[in-house]
């Protein structure tokens, strides 16, 4: 195989005419038996697969419990009773610290960040990756080293400056001061992502465009978007599930709790020394907060995979 | 104002705005500055297209030195002055970091880490890639693998910490051990071991990662190479490792690069189970620890991070430029 490179992880997967994983197994079938080596194969897939989907599978199980079942142990079997209360509790009334109102009000701000920053941010970067492979203009070398470096360097450094540049413009610890950090920080990754989708575009398409009459925006609008569907849905899904997870900037950004996002709440309830602990109430609440992602996995299936596999280079 | 309205109207004065500038920006120099009509018609079409780029790249352009060069600069200078920023210490911050016990404990932890966390979950990947390749429900396998690259660090860690909850009525690990007849324990309190413990976190959560890439690459080798092995009387273990395996090599240093970037700055999990207690500090979580109590040691933390990762960053970015030229 050819001298592969880093993005080249993201490059593969970006590929627009390339289905990897669609493309299924080729040759013949092989035939069943069970052989020494298909045992040792079932077998391990069989552990592998345990330490992957038991902790997810007591967490439902746990969630679905009254507390007094859970008490009864039996950890690993399913719920007598099954009991959506705690899922219902850990929305609408579960405790971090003195307030009682749930994790709707940590969904709702999450929801606040999440629409506006990822509409700008592929907005923007969309047509930054259209500039990008239309012109090779001097410079732009550069410039894209920077964006590399904009993708990989640790976000630890920039924390500080950040809160001095939000503080200075009177957006710190505002859900507006959030969005723009993601806007800026989801950048980097998803103009390479439009980039190199757009470079991978035959040059005859825009050629016979621009013989034909269109010009810059009409190319774009009429030619480039109306394929990059799945290079679209890819950058969506990166950018939601990357600042839905957040939790970082979360924590560092907002100062006053009843602006937290999801994640940043949950922790803060799970966390929380006071009271009886609800262990199946905190389940559900995890669970609660996985729900928006997963439920974009489970729908949107292996564009998700592409989408984080290019997404993963960033952080 | 009603919070949904006043949404739209963020979405619609940024959008908005971005395409106005947009369009506003290429009318002026086409039709203002260098129009295509005139004498030098050609002489100013050549000049606008030179222009061009640069009009649609300002808005990231200017965004990137407010959030990406600026910060880092200003983190250096802010790691010279003192706890309240007013005193120029010059490498004061940096040496008392290298004399302070926590300090090196998080570094020691942290080498750990990115020396265990990227190896076991790129082997993991390779070989559940390589054995799920065969079956017929290998596709559900990988979707529940792959499922923990959805859920946040947090969401993933707090999944966890009722793993290694004490309680046998909730803890996987102490139910099992209580099924022996053994006495609860606390993994996150043993020491050295606990780091392991947290490590496994992230290693569950990025497997499904390394699985995806090394899978694709895999089915991308080609078929007559391993034909040829089968034909000169090779068995699958020594196909895997003799012809495959080699013919990956590439991705699977992609894969370990990106992990160990990952790993250098992911606090999360650190700071959900054990809050860098018992001795499981690394140093993204080190930092967080004097994040606005004293930002002078928190930002040279964060340029030791950044030192460390550099190396690796560099590696990966001319492996991509070589790539995408």
């Given at each position: 195989m050819a001298d592969t490179g880093m993005l080249n992880a993201a490059a593969a997967v970006t590929q627009p005419l390339r289905g990897t994983l669609a493309a299924g197994p080729r040759g013949p079938k092989p035939k069943n038996k069970f052989s020494r080596s298909n045992i040792i194969i079932y077998g391990t897939l069989f552990v592998v697969a345990l330490y992957y989907a038991l902790p997810l599978y007591v967490m439902i199980v746990t969630s679905l419990k009254g507390l007094p079942e859970i008490r009864m142990g039996n950890i690993f079997a399913p719920p007598l009773e099954v009991t959506f209360q705690p899922w219902v509790k850990a929305w609408q009334e579960a405790c971090t610290g003195i307030n009682c109102d749930g994790l709707s009000r940590g969904f709702w701000n999450s929801v606040r960040i999440l629409i506006p920053s990822v509409i700008l941010?592929?907005?923007?970067?969309?047509?930054?990756?259209?500039?990008?492979?239309m012109w090779k203009f001097k410079g732009s070398e550069v410039f894209f080293t920077i964006l590399m470096i904009g993708a990989f360097i640790p976000y630890q450094v920039m924390l500080y400056p950040i809160v001095i540049l939000l503080r200075e413009a009177g957006l710190y610890?505002?859900?507006?001061?959030?969005?723009?950090?993601?806007?800026?920080?989801?950048?980097?990754?998803?103009?390479?992502?439009?980039?190199n989708y757009f470079a991978s575009i035959p040059e005859e398409l825009f050629k016979a465009a621009r013989v034909d009459g269109a010009g810059f925006w009409a190319?774009?609008?009429?030619?480039?978007?109306?394929?990059?569907?799945?290079?679209?849905?890819?950058?969506?899904?990166?950018?939601?599930?990357?600042?839905?997870?957040?939790?970082?900037?979360?924590?560092?950004?907002?100062?006053?709790?009843?602006?937290?996002?999801?994640?940043?709440?949950?922790?803060?309830?799970?966390?929380?020394?006071?009271?009886?602990?609800?262990?199946?109430?905190?389940?559900?609440?995890?669970?609660?907060?996985?729900?928006?992602?997963?439920?974009?996995?489970?729908?949107?299936?292996?564009?998700?995979?592409?989408?984080?596999?290019?997404?993963?280079?960033?952080? | 104002m009603n919070p949904v309205f006043q949404g739209l109207l963020t979405i619609l004065?940024?959008?908005?705005?971005?395409?106005?500038?947009?369009?506003?920006?290429?009318?002026?120099?086409?039709?203002?500055?260098?129009?295509?009509?005139?004498?030098?018609?050609?002489?100013?079409?050549?000049?606008a297209n030179l222009i061009r780029p640069w009009l649609f790249l300002a808005p990231t352009i200017i965004a990137l030195s407010l959030y990406l060069v600026y910060p880092v600069i200003g983190s250096f200078i802010r790691s010279l002055y003192n706890r309240s920023?007013?005193?120029?210490?010059?490498?004061?911050?940096?040496?008392?970091?290298?004399?302070?016990?926590?300090?090196?404990?998080?570094?020691?932890n942290n080498v750990l880490w990115a020396l265990f966390v990227p190896a076991v979950s790129t082997f993991l990947g390779l070989v559940i890639a390589q054995l799920t390749d065969k079956l017929s429900w290998g596709n559900i396998a990988k979707s529940i693998i792959f499922m923990p690259m959805a859920i946040s660090f947090v969401g993933a860690s707090l999944i966890w910490k009722f793993v290694y909850a004490i309680d046998p009525n909730l803890g996987i690990i102490n139910a099992i051990r209580a099924s022996m007849?053994?006495?609860?324990?606390?993994?996150?309190?043993?020491?050295?071991?606990?780091?392991?413990?947290?490590?496994?976190?992230?290693?569950?959560?990025?497997?499904?990662?390394?699985?995806?890439?090394?899978?694709?690459?895999?089915?991308?080798?080609?078929?007559?190479?391993?034909?040829?092995?089968?034909?000169?009387?090779?068995?699958?273990?020594q196909i895997f490792m003799k012809i495959q395996v080699p013919q990956v090599t590439g991705t699977i240093v992609v894969v370990w690069t990106t992990t160990t970037i990952l790993v250098l700055k992911v606090f999360d999990i650190v700071y959900a189970m054990t809050g860098g207690n018992f001795n499981t500090q690394i140093l993204p979580s080190y930092m967080m620890q004097f994040m606005f109590r004293d930002d002078g040691r928190a930002t040279a933390v964060a340029i030791v991070i950044m030192l460390i990762v550099t190396p690796v960053m560099i590696q990966n970015i001319i492996q991509a430029r070589k790539e995408m030229r």
């Amino acid at each position: 195989m050819a001298d592969t490179g880093m993005l080249n992880a993201a490059a593969a997967v970006t590929q627009p005419l390339r289905g990897t994983l669609a493309a299924g197994p080729r040759g013949p079938k092989p035939k069943n038996k069970f052989s020494r080596s298909n045992i040792i194969i079932y077998g391990t897939l069989f552990v592998v697969a345990l330490y992957y989907a038991l902790p997810l599978y007591v967490m439902i199980v746990t969630s679905l419990k009254g507390l007094p079942e859970i008490r009864m142990g039996n950890i690993f079997a399913p719920p007598l009773e099954v009991t959506f209360q705690p899922w219902v509790k850990a929305w609408q009334e579960a405790c971090t610290g003195i307030n009682c109102d749930g994790l709707s009000r940590g969904f709702w701000n999450s929801v606040r960040i999440l629409i506006p920053s990822v509409i700008l941010s592929v907005a923007i970067a969309s047509v930054n990756g259209y500039a990008l492979s239309m012109w090779k203009f001097k410079g732009s070398e550069v410039f894209f080293t920077i964006l590399m470096i904009g993708a990989f360097i640790p976000y630890q450094v920039m924390l500080y400056p950040i809160v001095i540049l939000l503080r200075e413009a009177g957006l710190y610890g505002s859900l507006t001061g959030l969005v723009l950090v993601h806007v800026a920080f989801g950048m980097p990754i998803n103009t390479l992502l439009f980039r190199n989708y757009f470079a991978s575009i035959p040059e005859e398409l825009f050629k016979a465009a621009r013989v034909d009459g269109a010009g810059f925006w009409a190319i774009f609008f009429k030619i480039i978007l109306p394929m990059s569907l799945p290079i679209c849905v890819v950058a969506l899904i990166i950018q939601v599930t990357g600042i839905w997870n957040d939790f970082l900037f979360g924590v560092t950004y907002i100062s006053s709790p009843d602006r937290y996002p999801m994640t940043v709440q949950l922790n803060n309830i799970v966390n929380s020394v006071q009271g009886v602990k609800e262990y199946n109430v905190n389940m559900a609440a995890t669970l609660l907060t996985g729900l928006v992602p997963l439920v974009i996995y489970f729908a949107s299936g292996k564009l998700f995979v592409r989408g984080i596999a290019a997404g993963a280079v960033k952080g | 104002m009603n919070p949904v309205f006043q949404g739209l109207l963020t979405i619609l004065i940024g959008v908005g705005g971005i395409f106005a500038y947009f369009v506003l920006s290429n009318m002026l120099l086409d039709k203002v500055l260098f129009p295509a009509k005139g004498p030098n018609a050609s002489r100013n079409i050549n000049r606008a297209n030179l222009i061009r780029p640069w009009l649609f790249l300002a808005p990231t352009i200017i965004a990137l030195s407010l959030y990406l060069v600026y910060p880092v600069i200003g983190s250096f200078i802010r790691s010279l002055y003192n706890r309240s920023g007013d005193q120029f210490i010059g490498f004061g911050n940096y040496s008392s970091l290298i004399a302070s016990p926590d300090f090196r404990t998080a570094f020691m932890n942290n080498v750990l880490w990115a020396l265990f966390v990227p190896a076991v979950s790129t082997f993991l990947g390779l070989v559940i890639a390589q054995l799920t390749d065969k079956l017929s429900w290998g596709n559900i396998a990988k979707s529940i693998i792959f499922m923990p690259m959805a859920i946040s660090f947090v969401g993933a860690s707090l999944i966890w910490k009722f793993v290694y909850a004490i309680d046998p009525n909730l803890g996987i690990i102490n139910a099992i051990r209580a099924s022996m007849g053994l006495n609860p324990l606390d993994v996150l309190q043993l020491a050295f071991w606990n780091n392991f413990f947290l490590m496994a976190i992230l290693i569950w959560v990025q497997t499904g990662f390394a699985m995806v890439i090394l899978s694709a690459a895999l089915r991308g080798i080609p078929e007559e190479t391993i034909e040829a092995a089968v034909i000169d009387g090779a068995n699958p273990f020594q196909i895997f490792m003799k012809i495959q395996v080699p013919q990956v090599t590439g991705t699977i240093v992609v894969v370990w690069t990106t992990t160990t970037i990952l790993v250098l700055k992911v606090f999360d999990i650190v700071y959900a189970m054990t809050g860098g207690n018992f001795n499981t500090q690394i140093l993204p979580s080190y930092m967080m620890q004097f994040m606005f109590r004293d930002d002078g040691r928190a930002t040279a933390v964060a340029i030791v991070i950044m030192l460390i990762v550099t190396p690796v960053m560099i590696q990966n970015i001319i492996q991509a430029r070589k790539e995408m030229r």
